[in-house]
């Protein structure tokens, strides 16, 4: 056993697992929408 090593409940872990897929969902409408905004820039 190392010390100093964290354990997590699975009631954590699950909530760090929900803000990554939060994070993840915005980040990907971060980048749908420059995309959007990029196009919509574009001369055609």
Known sequence: MKAGRVF???AEIQKID????DYA????????????IEQ????P
């Open 40 to 43: 919509s820039r574009r001369p």
């Open 8 to 10: 997590l409940t699975n």
């Open 25 to 36: 969902d915005r980040l990907n409408h971060d980048m749908a929408a420059r995309r959007v």
């Open 18 to 21: 929900l803000v990554h897929v």
